[in-house]
T-cell receptor, first 112, second 113 residues
Framework: GENVEQHPSTLSVQEGDSAVIKCTYS??????FPWYKQELGKGPQLIID?????GEKKDQRIAVTLNKTAKHFSLHITETQPEDSAVYFC???????????FGTGTRLLVSP | EAQVTQNPRYLITVTGKKLTVTCSQN?????MSWYRQDPGLGLRQIYY???????DKGDVPEGYKVSRKEKRNFPLILESPSPNQTSLYFC????????????FGDGTRLSIL
């Protein structure tokens, strides 16, 4: 079955710096890769996603890149702000009613 | 307001005492699922449901039961809870399957003594 590895487990940056979180997946049939942000005491919330027919997607300060050959995808946050501090999860799925498999999470701390 | 509601939010109980965590969504979503979140392990799927009366096992179903008698509700049942089920639980729903954004509840923290 699918296995998703996520690194780093913790990431500390200064406000205004960029942050990059990386994930690798094992199932070459996976074709959907969402990223979720979990704030303290809340459930995860989708922030951006990418499908396998696209190499990069941007939404303001957030971007995701996908390398299907290497089975690798990354989340990039530019101009980080303290409110970006949270736990971020990557995930992968074959779609339909197939499982959504999550990575182990990255705790991002943005210091003012 | 579109939301997924879980109850209770916190529960401390003892081994062997049956408990139910309720989950309700008001978005007319077809797909619902349960996850548990443990430190260092991320979110792991327990059970999912594609529609009313259709459920299937996820990665860690042992010790859990679910039912989907109505579209909006998807309760998680622990018939005989054990300490290794101490965890943070999330219910999620989506319009149709895992290619859609998953809408998560705010979680239920269970402690089994």
């Amino acid at each position: 079955g699918e296995n998703v590895e996520q690194h780093p487990s913790t990431l500390s940056v200064q406000e205004g710096d960029s942050a990059v979180i990386k994930c690798t997946y094992s199932d070459s049939a996976s074709n959907y890769f969402p990223w979720y942000k979990q704030e303290l005491g809340k459930g995860p919330q989708l922030i951006i996603d990418i499908r396998s027919n696209v190499g990069e997607k941007k939404d303001q300060r957030i971007a995701v890149t996908l390398n299907k050959t290497a089975k690798h995808f990354s989340l990039h946050i530019t101009e980080t702000q303290p409110e970006d501090s949270a736990v971020y999860f990557c995930a992968a799925s074959r779609g339909g009613f197939q499982k959504l498999v999550f990575g182990t999470g990255t705790r991002l701390l943005v210091s003012p | 307001e579109a939301q997924v509601t879980q109850n209770p939010r916190y529960l401390i109980t003892v081994t062997g005492k049956k408990l139910t965590v309720t989950c309700s969504q008001n978005m007319n979503h077809e797909y619902m699922s349960w996850y548990r979140q443990d430190p260092g392990l991320g979110l792991r799927q327990i059970y999912y449901s594609m529609n009313v009366e259709v459920t299937d096992k996820g990665d860690v179903p042992e010790g859990y039961k679910v039912s989907r008698k109505e579209k909006r509700n998807f309760p998680l049942i622990l018939e005989s809870p054990s300490p290794n089920q101490t965890s943070l639980y999330f219910c999620a729903s989506s319009l149709g399957g895992t290619l859609e954004p998953q809408h998560f509840g705010d979680g239920t923290r269970l402690s089994i003594l």
